[in-house]
Nanobody, 120 residues
Framework: QVQLVESGGGLVQAGGSLKLSCVAS????????MGWYRQAPGKERELVAV???????NLTHSVKGRFTISRDHVSNTVSLQMNKLNPQDTAVYYC??????????????WGQGTQVTVSS
């Protein structure tokens, strides 16, 4: 079993900043990638940012230059620094991790979601 614990969501005014963090724990042998998705009301869940085990990153176009994803390999933590937030960033943000367990079984885990609300 792999567990993800997210923290850092909240309410912020447009132009402000928030930092999300997600800690992965449990039966983890290797992490392939860690990232963040978000889902706004009435919309599908979308990828926000992802980092693979080599440190390569992929950010959705709308957040490039404003959001930064980082990862701590020792603590299995992925963070999302969000700057210059705007109301269109309002959504529930989900941490996503996939990798292999110590039995070399593939896993994909999701966090419980953390609300980010940006007021205009």
């Amino acid at each position: 079993q792999v567990q993800l614990v997210e923290s850092g969501g909240g309410l912020v005014q447009a132009g402000g900043s928030l930092k999300l963090s997600c800690v992965a724990s449990g039966n983890i042998f290797r992490i392939i990638a860690m990232g963040w998705y978000r889902q706004a009301p009435g919309k599908e869940r979308e990828l926000v940012a992802v980092m693979d085990s080599s440190g390569n990153t992929n950010l959705t176009h709308s957040v490039k230059g404003r959001f930064t994803i980082s990862r701590d390999h020792v603590s299995n933590t992925v963070s999302l620094q969000m700057n210059k937030l705007n109301p269109q960033d309002t959504a529930v943000y989900y941490c996503n991790v996939h990798g292999t367990t110590n039995r070399l079984t593939y896993f994909e885990a999701w966090g419980q979601g953390t609300q980010v609300t940006v007021s205009s």
